[in-house]
């Protein structure tokens, strides 16, 4: 363990001399993040989404919806509003263009809320206006939120314990027939699709500065000192996570209180993100053991680490593609940690992203195997 | 082992070594074997260092010291025979015949971004000194190597020398019985080389075996108790200067320096007084038996043959002779 820590801490010695980590790990993410973010921002301004309501519930909380809650955003300039008669003509406006997204509000509606029964509020999102349908969505999803708000509050003054109240499950449930259920804003989405796209880059020296010290013959005082060749490998992959994991936590609190992202639960997006950062360091070690120099396995990791970027997600909402994109998104780590956090997302949101953290770890543990496997012909002098 | 003229030849140990009190052997390495792919680079090597003893490996570039070394050291699988460190067996995974052993790689290995004590602290801590024995040891090494002044310094901005010197210093941090110099002195000015040489010595008097390999003659002269000539990954011959010496018996050399590739003449090689002939960088080698005598014919035997002879050198027999007359070419390319 000694040694491990040693050889790690030698690392991390080093890559702080050399300041380029700060600028891969800190400052090129967050600052792309923010561009973005405020670029998109600048878009939503303009372009004010049209939104069609079907009411075919006509009951006490399709009400409030409408009018508590659309109606504001109406008034205050931020989305138009238009009436359709049913889910049939809402959908056909989505479609015409008429509306960049509809709500369905299905009939039952308010008798299934009041009753504790699940009910759906319908988002019928449109693929070619993101934006609008993302906006539509977020309102909905913070609709749906305080409406479980009610329901717990009233489950507390009807006798109940609060411990009973949370058992209480929600009794909105958006379905949106576009894309997933949650999202993250356009600046969350921004910051963590920018965090994790870099982190493949900040934790790619941890393994590969195996072939750095082969270069500069250090390689061969390891092998000589009394330490297990595993110690070696070992205390190289601990330096990546260690820089991942700092680099990673310094960009999401950053993006909290500088974009005013929200991530959820603290518990359960710091398990996702140490998840991330061990399926980033798996998959860059694993591509490092094609190479035969540190130049050589530093492009491949750029080539891979640029792919798994654009098709989990990063650069495009990939959900919002559809098809194939969307099914071959779920084999880039990227794609699992975004759908991590919007997991996260919210009030009504669990602890923990069980599903994406062990995805995440299924991809760390089984890359991570194949590189060690590999690892034993890099441990030359 | 045996087939005259390629495996080691026997030595008769001289009689002023007979009072000689025997040492703790500390390394003895058996048939050992390394090929990559086709080639043979390590064949059949075997030779022991006791304490306080210093073996040199003396052979051209390619000769296959640094395999040799490497196998050694526990850093490169061998592909057969065995090293025992004082009586243990010792291989890649071997934790404590590691410590036992300071290696010093023929090329840099530094961290040049570290200083040279940051340096000498993470591979002391590596061989397992505690924190302040490691500060003690530090002290002393960067003393013996005086590098005290630039300690703090990034190894990047020290001079070629001052590196090669902070190279050797990381292999006497944890003061290892054995200690593994591989060529230390390449690109090393002479006064440098002289200190590194004298510090080598210094450590041997202390009992320190020390196995240096190196393809200047007059290094493994003047510093190596017993030296083995290995060419082509084979050990031709081992002994003391005096015993190696002697296996060419009382040849003289005659160097003619013909001044452009020369192919020895068949006239040449044919005279009865010449034992053998090589050519090598515009020069003729000649072993002969007495030179003063040979000297004449020799050199119109060369005139007839059409070659034109720029100069004339007769030397007394030492390793480069040794080394000719067991491998038929002249030790450096
Ligand atoms: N990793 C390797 N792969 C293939 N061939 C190798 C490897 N290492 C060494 N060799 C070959 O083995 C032979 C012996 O090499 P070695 O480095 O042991 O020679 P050396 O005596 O140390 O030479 P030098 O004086 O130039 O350092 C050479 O022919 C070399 O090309
Ligand atoms: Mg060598």
Known sequence: ?381 | MGTAGLGPLPCVPPPDQTARVPRAEILKCQNLRKTFGDLVAVDDVSFTIEAGETYGLLGPNGAGKTTTISMIAGILERDGGQVLISGRPHGTTSRWGKKQIGYVPQDLALYPDLSARENLRFFARLHGLGRAEARARIDEVLRMIGLTERAKDPVKEYSGGMKRRLNIGVGLLHRPPLLILDEPTAGVDPQSRNAILESVAALAGEGVAVLYTTHYMEEAERLCDRIGIIDLGRIRAEGTRRELVGLVGELDRISLTTGGAQAVPKELETLPEVRKAGSHEGRLEVMVEDARKSLPRVLAAATDAGVVVRAVEVHEPNLESVFLHLTGKALRD
């Not at chain 1, 989404?49 to 009411?55: I, N, S």
């Not at chain 1, 949370?166 to 999202?183: S, T």
């Not at chain 1, 993250?184 to 393994?207: D, K, N, P």
């Open chain 1, 1 to 381: 363990m000694g040694a491990l820590l040693l050889i790690t801490a030698k690392d991390l010695r080093l890559r702080v001399r050399d300041r380029s980590v700060f600028l891969l790990a800190i400052v090129v993410p967050f600052g792309l993040a923010a561009i973005f973010s405020l670029v998109f921002n600048g878009v939503d301004d303009q372009a004010r989404p049209t939104f069609a309501v079907a009411d075919e519930d006509r009951g006490q909380i399709a009400a409030t919806f409408t009018g508590q809650v659309l109606g504001p955003l109406e008034r205050q300039g931020v989305i138009a509003l238009r009436t359709a008669g049913g889910e049939r003509e809402a959908a056909a406006m989505v479609g015409r263009g008429d509306a960049d997204a509809a709500y369905v509000v299905p009939a039952g509606f308010t008798r299934a809320v009041l009753g504790g029964h699940a009910a759906e509020l319908r988002v019928i999102g449109n693929v070619d206006a993101p934006i609008g349908s993302f906006v539509a969505r977020s309102v909905a999803e913070a609709f749906v939120a305080d409406v479980r708000y009610v329901r717990v509050a009233l489950a507390t003054k009807g006798g109940g314990t609060p411990e009973e109240a949370l058992r209480v499950p929600a009794p909105v449930g958006i379905e949106d027939f576009a894309a997933e259920r949650r999202q993250l804003s356009l600046a969350e989405g921004f910051a963590a699709g920018m965090a994790v796209f870099f982190l493949f880059f900040t934790v790619q020296f941890g393994f590969s500065s195996i072939l750095d010290e082969r270069r500069d013959g250090t390689l061969a005082r390891l092998l000589a000192a009394p330490v297990p060749r595993a110690t070696i490998v070992f205390g190289k992959l601990l330096g990546g996570v260690v820089v991942g994991v700092v680099s990673m936590t310094v960009l999401m609190v950053a993006a909290d209180l500088l974009l005013g992202a929200e991530w959820g639960n603290p518990l359960g997006v710091g398990v996702l993100l140490v998840a991330g950062v061990l399926a980033a360091t798996g998959v860059m070690a694993l591509v490092a053991t094609v190479a035969t120099t540190a130049e050589q396995a530093g492009n491949v990791q750029a080539v891979v680490a640029v792919l798994l970027g654009v098709l989990g997600g990063v650069f495009i909402p990939i959900q919002q593609i559809g098809g194939v994109f969307a099914v071959l998104s779920l084999v880039t780590p990227h794609r699992w940690f975004m759908q991590g956090l919007a997991d996260l997302h919210g009030d009504a949101a669990p602890v923990l992203a069980v599903v994406p953290t062990l995805a995440l770890l299924g991809f760390a543990a089984v890359t991570t195997g194949v590189a060690l496997l590999r690892a034993g012909r890099m441990l030359r002098p």
